[in-house]
């Protein structure tokens, strides 16, 4: 049911900072979530539980074994995943270079500015 999923999407927004609850009213962004969902769940919802546990359990490899550059982008407002943990990301990995965006929230991709600062940094 798209239509129920992004009034729900648009309505249940008072969780979320101000950037993100601006997203979230985009038509255009609502209806790029739905394609998203519905590629995601293509085979099933069993693997939902499976990604939960991988996202809240150690990595497998040793993060400060990480020798190339690795650019970590977050929103200092992200309420869904909230800035403590990028920040424990970054102090692990050794050439981390890190680009908190003040004010911006977990939609920063939604931001032409965002954009154009990953592009310029990641084509020097």
Known sequence: KPESYKKSAKMG???LCPSDQEVLQKSEVLDAMVLQMKEALKQGV??????LKLLSSSWEF?????????????GTEDT?????SAKDLASKIPTAQTFYQ???????????????QILQILST
């Open 102 to 116: 003040e004010g911006l929230g977990h939609f920063l991709d939604e931001d032409p500015e965002v954009w154009k």
């Open 62 to 74: 040793d993060l400060q074994a990480i020798r190339v550059p690795a650019f970590i982008w977050h």
């Open 80 to 84: 869904l995943s909230p800035i403590t």
């Open 46 to 51: 069993k693997e939902v539980p499976l990604e």
């Open 13 to 15: 927004v008072s969780h």
